[in-house]
């Protein structure tokens, strides 16, 4: 699995939660790819994966286009839906990522009955349910999972994203996705052509029961933070602080930075993985002046103001946790709608992020004096404003320098 978790490590530097399903999640939009082919070729315009197209193509049908079904696009629709209840059903309350093995050998068996059915010449409609339902498990598994840009189906997000969004760690993971279910969409079809959609769903099976069965792949099934991405074994069995194992009755400034630092790595990976994606988090401040404010905050916190600027008609100062937000009354309205700032290190999977558990994007992403910012209103009404800092902020607050031994 070391190439796997090359691929995880390239795709999100910086952890998430499930970033370990990367490969897995490929390998399911080749399959998408394959499972999309059979159907359209071999069961008469129809798409068992592709829920955008068969609403389209249900349209066309009942206008009258006589080379599409309305029946078998409308019996597609669903079963998907019927799979994805049930997938979404299912154990609700359990980790998505302890779901992954049934739920993958679910839709192998499902894509089985299929394939018997193709090869028997049972009809269209005995071949099209189990596809359907499949489909239906698979996005839903992905749904709960919520890895951005991985969706394994629908690409035209992804394509949007990829024409609107700067080049980053999104757009590697969009143009993987956008590659891998056309290549996939194009062995099913030179499979179709030689050896009809029996080819294609065989070769869809075996790839699903590759994540369902094989040893190698029981890493990606449980809810631990991925291989790769959390730290060496050796490193998990230690005990102690650093500065109990040196003994030293009175440590150093360096000490002292190094065991913070250790103590904030050990914490973000005993959370998992997905904390590393928020770097800083401040409460909001309102207050009149900013040079009254600043002092009081100094004697609270112990610490210097790290960030002072002015911005539309408003005074900011970050210091420790809080930022301070300064000016008449009526500027300082125009930013109450969100009552704390949250710096991520990436601004475009984190919006894929709010976006699937149902947060509203209030303003989208905007250039800022610190890098680049949006707000969003959380599906409880939360709101908050959500910041990428450039890269000098990020040297100098987030990962500053280590200071010199003494």
């Known amino acids: 699995m070391s190439g796997g978790g090359a691929v995880v490590r390239w795709m999100f530097p910086d952890g998430h939660r499930y970033a370990r399903f990367v490969p897995p999640l490929l390998v399911l939009t080749f ?8 159907s359209f070729l ?13 609403v389209v193509f249900l349209g066309f049908a009942l206008s009258g286009v006589a080379q599409l079904s309305a029946p078998a696009s409308a019996v597609a629709l669903a079963g998907f839906l ?13 980790g998505p990522g302890g779901l992954f093995a049934p739920l993958v050998t679910a839709q192998a068996l499902l894509v089985a009955l299929a394939l018997a059915g193709q090869a028997a010449d049972w009809g269209r409609y005995p071949v099209l349910v189990p596809l359907a339902c499949g489909m239906g498990l698979q996005n839903a598994l992905v749904h709960r999972l919520g890895v951005p840009d991985l969706t394994t189906t629908v690409m035209t997000r992804t394509l949007t994203g990829l024409a609107v969004d700067r080049p980053g760690r999104g757009t590697v ?4 996705s956008v590659a891998v279910l056309a290549a996939g969409a194009l062995t099913g ?14 070769t869809a099976l075996a790839l699903l029961l590759l994540l369902a069965v094989v040893p190698a792949a029981r890493r990606w099934h449980d809810d631990e933070p991925a ?11 230690e005990r102690g602080s650093a500065l109990s194992r040196t003994g030293a009755a009175s440590p150093t400034v360096a000490e002292q930075w190094r065991e913070t630092r250790r103590r904030e790595t050990r914490r973000k990976e005993m959370r998992g993985s997905e904390a590393m994606t928020i770097l800083k ?35 900011l100062g970050a210091i420790g946790d809080f930022l301070v937000i300064a000016g008449p009354a009526e500027e300082r309205a125009k930013y109450t709608h969100a009552s704390a700032t949250v710096v991520v290190h990436d601004l475009d999977a984190l919006r894929e992020t709010l976006e699937a558990a149902g947060a ?14 949006l707000y969003a209103r959380h599906a409880d009404g939360a709101g908050v404003e959500y910041v990428e800092w450039n890269a000098e902020l990020l040297s100098r607050i987030i990962h500053p320098p280590e200071p010199p031994a003494e």
């Open 31 to 38: 399959v998408s790819g394959l499972v999309d082919a059979a």
């Open 189 to 202: 079809g030179l499979l179709h052509a030689h050896a009809g959609a029996e080819g294609a769903l065989a």
């Open 360 to 373: 509203t994007i209030t303003t989208p992403a905007t250039e800022g004096p610190t890098g680049r910012f």
């Open 227 to 237: 291989s790769g991405h959390g730290p060496p074994p050796e490193r998990k069995q």
């Open 42 to 54: 071999g069961l008469g315009r129809v798409f068992v994966a592709n829920m955008t197209g068969n």
């Open 82 to 94: 019927a799979g994805a209840a049930t997938g979404g059903a299912w154990r609700r309350e359990a």
């Open 281 to 315: 988090t401040y409460a909001r401040l309102w207050v009149d002046d900013l040079d009254r404010a600043l002092p009081l905050l100094e004697r609270l916190t112990g610490e210097r103001p790290h960030l002072r600027l002015a911005f539309h008609g408003i005074r």
């Open 173 to 176: 993971r969009r143009g993987a």
